[in-house]
């Protein structure tokens, strides 16, 4: 018997049509989606070709529709370097890669370490992006690794999670102290982890291409002893912990080990560290300079394999962008970091193209889990949830250009690089934020 599909009583719009994917179930079919007041009304096999009457009518002619990606490491400029990037410009370059939900990291100037500068990027981001924008306060201030912030005020101001940006807490009764007090609120403590005492002043991986370089080299295990070191501080505080972007098979070790504990710890990887490694830098290209470095091949493939198998939690674009200024320099000289929103999604189908990884599980690690992780809502298709979707053509080429890019630096490791996998439509509480020139109407 067929089932009859009513009206809506408001303006709706229904999505057939397409390969529904929700990572969170692990939902993958044909079907429909119906949109309406912001969020998900219904969805199911049974709207794939029949739409309610007087809805508005998205053909997405069998290309996926899912939840919009969410990225829980984005730095930006605002406030204080807003040459770099704004929060307006960011979340243009995060539509444009199918990113519904943006996570901004308190690097600015001044630091995000009091209520008012919480606020402040929340009233900026209401007033000027296109996604959500939430914020990821410092836990340190002014990150300085040594005086505590008022983690509970600033979680009831609306911070997300607490983090030292892209600086390490070397000093361990602050790391104990940070972990204790914020164990106290359900706090996440996401941090960067590299010892600066043994990475000095290293400029890419420690080895043998960094040798036939000739540039100074950073040690695996500058990262690896500092998770080691933070674990062993989880056990005795029982704080909520992330490893905000391992790149070493050692490092994975040791969060497989305190899984297998049962210890609050979690951990993420970017987008470069999983498809990129050291041998991409060739001609000390400095859009590939980053931090943590660029690490081997069998790292690389480590970093595949911990994804594939659940152990590695989420995937980050670390988008960092850096102006001219300071990128046109020799490798040494230069500023670590590169831009990814816009790429994030399209680099990451290069592991599901080249089935190292299946799409659902890639999906979910950009999706569910860190909405699960940092509390977001979204993530997932289910009725009542927020229509944050995109649709994407999996299959179709394109070649990043940097002049095309909508981030305002243009550091991107990909430039000029081939991809297979566009974002079609963004849509943010059931609005379209972003559209693609040939896309679907």
Known sequence: ???????????????????????????????GLLVRDGVIADLGQHLRRNAPEGAIVIDCRNNVLCPGLIDAR????????????????????????GVTTIVVMPDTTPVIDQVALVDFIQRRARDNALVNVHVMAAMTRELNGEEMTEIGLLQRAGAIAFTNGKSTISNTRTMRQVLNYAKDFGALIVHHTED???????????????????????????????????????????????????????????????????LPVTC???????????????????????RPPLRSEPDREAMVQGLAAGDIDIIVSCHDPQDVDVKRRPFAEATDGAIGLETLLAA????????????????????????????????????????????????????????QLRSRSKNSPFDESKMQGRVLRTLV?????????DAVR
């Open 196 to 262: 600066p005492y043994l990475s000095g002043s290293g400029v890419m991986n420690s080895g043998e291409v960094s040798t036939r370089l000739g540039l100074p080299g950073v040690h695996k295990f500058a990262e690896t002893i500092v998770i080691e070191r933070d674990v062993r501080l989880v056990e005795m505080t029982g704080g909520r912990y992330h490893a905000a972007n391992i790149s070493c098979s050692e490092s994975l070790e040791t969060i497989r080990a305190a899984k297998a504990k049962n």
């Open 348 to 403: 990451a189908l290069r592991l599901y193209h080249a089935d190292q990884i299946g799409l659902v599980p890639l999906l979910r690690a950009m999706t569910s889990n860190p909405a699960k992780l940092l509390g977001l809502p979204g993530g997932i298709l289910e009725i009542g949830a927020p229509a944050d979707l995109i649709i994407v053509d999996l299959g179709q080429p394109w070649v990043v250009d940097k002049a």
């Open 1 to 31: 018997m067929r089932k009859t599909i009513t009206a809506p009583p408001s303006t709706a719009t229904v999505f057939i049509n397409a390969r529904l994917i929700d990572p969170a179930t692990g939902r993958d079919e044909p079907g």
């Open 268 to 290: 993420g990887v970017s987008i470069n560290h999983l498809t990129l490694n050291e041998n991409d830098i060739g001609p000390y290209r400095t859009f590939l300079k980053l």
């Open 74 to 97: 984005v730095f930006t400029g605002e406030p204080g370097q807003e040459h770099r990037e704004t929060l307006k410009t960011a979340s243009n370059a995060a539509a444009a890669g």
């Open 429 to 437: 509480a059931g609005e379209t934020v972003y559209q693609y020139d």
